[in-house]
């Protein structure tokens, strides 16, 4: 008898990636060509109406296992993925995959990630856990990531090292499960509403040690208004728990 294979959606935002996207989709296709024979895979690039024209640059360049979602503005991370992820239910697949586009996230660590999934409704890309690994980051940035995940993990209550980490692995029942079209998030606060939701609803969750390197090309979309939103969102789901 025929087993299927599962279905692997690789959802990737892109705003003005244009000097990454192309790189990172051939690192993509290169690992996962080497899984064809566990999982039956595809991209999709969700783009917020790019001004650098990167979503024209992937459809010109001809993938054939890439999908473009295109979107009429920017309106967070939260959204785009929460835009590609229902694109990805609507068609069934079984396991969804959370990457940046600008070379952060190495696409050679993805297996180990899908390999976690086979036993957990959510794989939690980790940096600060034995065996993760950040190259190239400032001290400013490294202590932001640092606190704000260990604000999140003492006001929720939560023991994951990573909340904010964005290299992740979701299965089609931890969608289903969290409710995930009530997601409220708009920047990097979605990461840790999504971890919270999966370990509200009793999901099993892993962590896997990644090594994340900082972009060399084109903007990081990090400010302080998506650090303050997290950390008001954070505050405020704290708060939440604690009166029941």
Not at 112 to 123: C, Q, Y
Not at 136 to 144: F, T, V
Not at 177 to 192: H, M, N, P, R, T
Request: hydrophobic letters at 40%.
């Amino acid at each position: 008898m025929l087993t299927t294979l599962p279905s692997v959606l690789i959802c990737i935002p892109t705003y003005n990636e244009s000097e990454n996207i192309i790189e990172i989709l051939q690192r993509l296709e290169k690992a996962m060509t080497a899984l064809s024979n566990s999982y039956r895979w595809q991209i999709l690039v969700i783009d917020d109406n790019s001004p650098d024209g990167t979503a024209e640059l992937v459809a010109k360049s001809n993938f054939s296992n890439v999908q473009i979602l295109r979107r009429e503005k920017k309106a967070g991370l939260g959204p785009a993925y929460l835009a590609g992820l229902s694109w990805g239910v609507e068609r069934n697949f079984d396991l969804f995959v959370e990457c940046d586009a600008d070379g952060s996230h190495q696409p050679e660590e993805l297996v180990h990630l899908l390999r976690a999934a086979s036993g957990s409704d959510l794989v939690i890309g980790t940096r600060w856990m034995p065996g993760g690994e950040v190259v190239n980051w400032p001290l400013s940035r490294r202590l932001i990531s640092r606190i704000g995940t260990k604000y999140a993990q003492i006001v929720l209550r939560l023991p994951y090292k990573d909340l904010t980490g964005g290299y992740r692995v979701l299965t089609n029942n931890c969608l289903k499960k969290v409710d995930y079209l009530k997601v409220e998030s708009l920047g990097y606060g979605f990461q840790i509403e999504m971890a919270m939701r999966a370990h509200d609803a009793g999901l099993s969750i892993a962590q896997v040690p990644i090594t994340f390197i900082e972009r060399t090309q084109g903007q990081s979309k990090m400010s302080k208004k998506i650090v303050l939103e997290a950390l008001l969102q954070t505050t405020k789901w704290g708060l939440q728990r604690l009166s029941g």
